[in-house]
Nanobody, 115 residues
């Protein structure tokens, strides 16, 4: 069980940028695979980005080239840099930590892209 706290969400105009942060409680944070999900009203939760314990990354096609996931193991934090934001990026974004069948979730942070 990992305690996760997201921050950095908010209201931005189309074309703007946000950086989300997710701070983890576990001192052994470095061995977890970390993911960002999002869920918009009336839609299923979808995987946005993943970064493995080894640093490998993957992205949903809808955000590739605009979003960047990274991690700082010393700070026990994973980041999601979001650039060129579109209204369709509006959703609640959730941080996830995974290790050997164990999953932990943050409380979510709202991202709203609107003019």
């Amino acid at each position: 069980q990992v305690q996760l706290v997201e921050s950095g969400g908010g209201l931005v105009q189309p074309g703007g940028s946000l950086r989300l942060s997710c701070a983890a409680s576990r001192i052994i944070f470095s061995i977890y695979d970390m993911k960002w999900y999002r869920q918009a009203p009336g839609k299923q939760r979808e995987l946005v980005a993943i970064i493995s314990s080894g640093g490998s990354t993957g992205y949903a096609d809808s955000v590739k080239g605009r979003f960047t996931i990274s991690r700082d193991n010393a700070k026990r934090t994973v980041y999601l840099q979001m650039n060129s934001l579109k209204p369709e990026d509006t959703a609640v974004y959730y941080c996830n930590a995974h290790l050997d069948g164990s999953d932990s979730w943050g409380q979510g942070t709202q991202v709203t892209v609107s003019s």
